[in-house]
């Protein structure tokens, strides 16, 4: 931005100087100016090109985190079906409060 700066202090002291000697050195300055401005929007537009690209990107990310999440969740909910069928035909002698701890931490309902 220092550069705009610049030219901004230039043109305000050539217009408070303002007089026919100085007209070439205002053209000028003019010219640099636009060149900069030219120089800014080219900037600009491959800023919003390249967050157009990171937006898309991050879009696309998000999706596929979200399809892993949904697979992920479909998966442990047939492993809780799974485990809470085990357990209701599960016809040997163990340790049932155990096993009724770890079932609630898989998250399956178990009978208290």
Do not use: H
């Not at 050195?25 to 919003?48: G, K």
């Not at 090109?49 to 696309?60: H, P």
């Not at 599960?90 to 998250?107: C, H």
């Amino acid at each position: 931005m220092s550069m705009i700066s610049g030219l901004i202090d230039e043109l305000n002291k050539s217009a408070d100087e303002w007089n026919a000697s100085n007209m070439f050195e205002l053209a000028r300055m003019c010219r640099e100016a636009a060149d900069t401005i030219w120089q800014l929007r080219d900037d600009l537009q491959r800023a919003n090109a390249e967050n157009a690209k990171l937006r898309e990107s991050v879009k696309r990310l998000m999706t596929q985190r979200d399809e892993r999440l949904a697979r992920a969740e479909a998966e442990n909910a047939k492993l809780r079906e799974l485990v809470r069928s085990m357990y209701d035909v599960l016809d040997v002698t163990i340790d049932w409060s155990e096993l009724d701890d770890d079932m609630r931490e898989l998250g399956v309902e178990v009978d208290a």
